[in-house]
C-alpha cells in the first residue's frame, strides 16, 4: 500500500518570496513516480511537476522544483518567487507498480500567498 | 497539448433523477481514465479505473450499480450517477492517462470537474 503525508494544512507565504510545501511517501514498490498538483478555488487540477524515483537530479519546471530525499523518502516542492496566482491547494501525490499506475493523494497544503 | 474536458461543469438536479458526466481526452487517445469524487476541503478519492473496452475496477466501498462507468472508446469515458440522492451531492472529476509507459512517468491529466447537486 502505498501512503502519502501531508502535514501543512495551510501555509502564508509573502509575494516574491520563496516557500517550500513538505510531502514525505511511504511505499513498497522500488519503482514509482511522484507528482504535484495544483488545485485552484475554481476546481481544476494543474499538474505541476513530476520526479522518478530512479531520478538522480532534483525536478525542476519553471519556479517550480522539487527536494528529492529518496532516503528520507520525501519529495518537498519549492515555489520560488511566489505570485498572487499561486494562492490555491497543492496536493502531492504517487503513483506504483500496481493498480495501474493510479494515484495516490495526500491531504494538501492550502497556500496563500500575501502582498 | 493532453487536454481533458469535462462535462458539465455543474448540474442541479432533483433527487431520484440519473445523471451522466463525460470525460474526453482531446488531443490523445486514453487507454485509462480515472474518476475521483471531492468533498469540500479534502483530497480527491479514487473511485474507479476505467480501461477501453473492458469493465471498470471500482475501488472498496463504491456502489457499482450507483456509479455506472463506461469507457466506449479511447477518447471517452462517462460516469452515470443513477437514482441519485443529496448525499450524491460532490464535486466529480476525471483524468485521463495516455499509455502505461514508465512507471509513474505519464502524469495523469484532469478535466476541469463537475459539481453536482441533488435536491
Known amino acids: 500500500a502505498q501512503k502519502i503525508t501531508q502535514t501543512q494544512p495551510g501555509m502564508f507565504v509573502q509575494e516574491k518570496e520563496a516557500v517550500t510545501l513538505d510531502c514525505t511517501y511511504d511505499?513498497?514498490?522500488?519503482?514509482?513516480?511522484l507528482f504535484w498538483y495544483k488545485q485552484p478555488s475554481s476546481g481544476e487540477m494543474i499538474f505541476l511537476i513530476y520526479?522518478?524515483?530512479?531520478?538522480?537530479q532534483n525536478a525542476t519546471e519553471g519556479r517550480y522544483s522539487l527536494n528529492f530525499q529518496k532516503a528520507r523518502k520525501s519529495t518537498n516542492l519549492v515555489i520560488s518567487a511566489s505570485q498572487l496566482g499561486d494562492s490555491a491547494m497543492y496536493f502531492c501525490?504517487?503513483?506504483?507498480?500496481?493498480?495501474?499506475?493510479?494515484?495516490?493523494f495526500g491531504t494538501g497544503t492550502q497556500l496563500k500567498v500575501e502582498l | 497539448g493532453a487536454v481533458v474536458s469535462q462535462h458539465p461543469s455543474w448540474v442541479i438536479c432533483k433527487s431520484g433523477t440519473s445523471v451522466k458526466i463525460e470525460c474526453r481526452s482531446l488531443?490523445?487517445?486514453?487507454?485509462?481514465m480515472f474518476w475521483y469524487r471531492q468533498f469540500p476541503k479534502q483530497s480527491l478519492m479514487l473511485m474507479a479505473t476505467?480501461?477501453?473496452?473492458?469493465?471498470?475496477?471500482?475501488e472498496q466501498g463504491v456502489e457499482k450499480d450507483k456509479f455506472l462507468i463506461n469507457h466506449a472508446s479511447l477518447t471517452l469515458s462517462t460516469l452515470t450517477v443513477t437514482s441519485a440522492h443529496p448525499e450524491d451531492s460532490s464535486f466529480y472529476i476525471c483524468?485521463?492517462?495516455?499509455?502505461?509507459?514508465?512507471?509513474?512517468?505519464?502524469?495523469?491529466?484532469f478535466g476541469d470537474g463537475t459539481r453536482l447537486s441533488i435536491l
Open positions: 483524468s485521463a492517462r495516455a499509455r502505461p509507459g514508465l512507471i509513474g512517468g505519464q502524469p495523469q491529466h
Open positions: 501525490a504517487m503513483s506504483g507498480t500496481g493498480g495501474g499506475n493510479k494515484l495516490t
Open positions: 511505499t513498497s514498490d522500488q519503482s514509482y513516480g
Open positions: 488531443d490523445f487517445q486514453a487507454t485509462t
Open positions: 520526479q522518478g524515483s530512479y531520478d538522480e
Open positions: 476505467s480501461n477501453e473496452g473492458s469493465k471498470a475496477t471500482y
